[in-house]
């Protein structure tokens, strides 16, 4: 596995293949891989003959990141124990991608042009962290041009922000297949994400009961119930009690993430909560 910093080295390496005809995959992370990282790599395996693995952390999708500070100048960055997993595993990285802030943003952040997906970008995160989905496209679209892959493969643990990618992909026009990977889990349904490690041991105990309550409502609707807003109280309350500080707990149609009707048949339930310092999402299909 190559590691590369330079958008020059990486477009001549890409040009090589291009011309070779072979099909790029491109898995956007922004390090701290685990094994749901992992398991992405390995569906990019099974659908090109190279394979791009790119770790940058996104000041643009922080809102804190212009004052260097929060949860921006916090996320783990751990590229070598990173780079260590990814040439641990069976199959073969071609290139880790780890460009700087200034390879990626020549222009300074506030001067670049950013990518809006309108309504979708606004609601349930997006509320709660305005501007967001906003550097989420912008940063995709630009690794997108950099990289030119074929397919590009996200997990669905982030389930709205591969909504706003399939939307962004789609209207602009890129030749790209975006593959979206089941969420990979602990052994008690927690979903593996690198802000779980802000858990503590008594916090992470309690953890899985995000997903518990995702599964309770599941139920709930497969058995006929149709009042979501009440579905939604109740789990709110639940959470509550378990200690976390729900910001929203949400049934949605599952192709735009409009509020659902009773008679919608295709449904996602989505949740997003504070334990501690850990900001904790995930969904459930229905
Ligand atoms: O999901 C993430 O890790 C990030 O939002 C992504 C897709 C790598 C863009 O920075």
Redesign the pocket.
């Known amino acids: 596995m190559q590691t590369i910093t330079t958008l020059a080295e990486l477009r001549e390496t890409v040009l090589q293949w291009r011309d070779a005809g072979e099909r790029i995959a491109l898995v ?3 390090g701290n891989l685990h094994e749901g990282h992992l398991r992405l790599v390995e569906e990019a395996h099974s659908r090109a003959e190279r394979i791009v693995v ?1 770790i ?1 952390v ?1 000041p643009m ?1 922080f809102s804190d990141a212009s004052a260097g500070a929060g949860d921006y100048k916090n996320y783990p960055r751990t590229l070598e124990s990173d780079q260590e997993k990814l040439s641990g595993m069976t199959i073969d990285v071609d290139v880790l991608f780890t460009p700087s802030v200034e390879e990626v943003y020549p222009g300074g952040i506030e001067n670049e042009t950013r990518i809006e997906v309108p309504e979708i970008s606004n609601i349930l995160c997006g509320e709660f962290r305005p501007g967001h989905f906003v ?2 496209a912008t ?2 679209a630009k690794l997108f041009n950099m990289v030119q892959p074929g397919v590009a493969v ?2 669905e643990k ?1 389930y709205q ?1 591969l909504l706003v ?1 399939r939307r962004f992909v789609s209207d602009l026009c890129f030749p790209i297949e975006i593959v979206g990977v089941p969420t990979v889990r602990e052994g008690d349904r927690l979903a593996m994400s690198s802000r779980n490690r802000y858990l503590t041991s008594e916090q992470r105990k309690k953890a899985a009961t995000l997903n518990q309550e995702l599964l309770l409502a599941k139920h709930s609707i497969k058995n006929g119930l149709t009042d979501f807003s009440a579905i939604e109280k109740k789990a709110t309350e639940h959470l509550k009690a378990a200690g976390f500080r729900p910001e929203y707990f949400s049934v949605r149609r599952a192709d735009n993430l409009q509020e659902a009707n009773p008679e919608d048949k295709d449904l996602v339930v989505l949740a997003a909560a504070w334990l501690g310092d850990a900001r904790l999402i995930d969904n459930i299909r229905v």
């Open positions: 956007p992370t922004m790119s940058f996104n999708q550097g989420v940063i995709l996200f997990g982030d922000q990618i």
